[in-house]
């Protein structure tokens, strides 16, 4: 059972991503009906919940360097609120309840619920993000680098590598159900937060 991880995170997740992946801010911003300032203010929000997630001990296999995206979501906000950025960024309602649920990952059913979610999302959606970005905003390089894995040369690849590492870990009929649980929980969270960051929406 152990062995078909991947499969029941990606069978298990296929609805609730497909509903985050369909929130008018995303397909605006993908579409180019916003602004370089709206993608500043989910860069900001990608901040915080991937602060949370690389504070945590990633378990031995799914431990890969290449993907830590802190670093580069950084240089991403320097650019696109200047150097006072750590003061000029502030979490959303839904940002502060996604790393809360973060914070209290405690096993590694859990963490390789929320690693999926993120980094593979990453990997399979980045280069979209980052042409359409360039193509409908005029963005350069620069304000893109979250998207952007220099030691990653393929990424199918380094994706099949991740999905047999998931499939390695020694998980049980149970501990699979709650990954695929809590990455549902996670795609809920994206979900809420892409609407709380339309421009349309006054969050208190």
């Known amino acids: 059972m152990s ?34 300032d709206d993608y500043a203010r989910l860069a900001a929000q990608q901040y915080f919940i991937y602060r949370a997630l690389e504070e945590l001990q990633a378990p031995a296999e799914l431990d890969f360097p290449q993907l830590k995206r802190v670093p580069s979501i950084e240089k991403d906000l320097a650019y696109l609120y200047g150097p006072e950025w750590p003061i000029d960024i502030v979490a959303l309602p839904a940002t502060l309840e996604y790393v809360e649920r973060i914070a209290a990952v405690d096993d590694v059913a859990t963490y390789a619920a929320h690693a999926y979610t993120r980094y593979l999302g990453d990997l399979s959606g980045g280069r979209i993000i980052h042409r ?14 979250f998207y952007v894995f220099e030691q990653i040369d393929k990424a199918k690849p380094f994706k099949d590598l991740y999905r047999e590492r998931l499939d390695s870990l020694s998980l049980d ?32």
């Open 3 to 36: 062995t078909l991880l991947s499969h029941h995170l990606r069978e298990g997740t296929r609805r609730v991503h497909a509903e985050a992946e369909s929130v008018s801010f995303i397909r605006d911003l993908m579409e180019g009906r916003l602004s370089i």
């Open 132 to 145: 359409m970005m360039q193509r409908h905003y005029g963005m350069g390089d620069e304000g893109l680098n």
């Open 173 to 204: 009929e149970v501990q699979i159900e709650k990954a695929v649980d809590e990455a549902v929980v996670a795609f809920r969270l994206n979900q809420q937060l892409f609407s709380q960051l339309s421009p349309r929406v006054t969050v208190s």
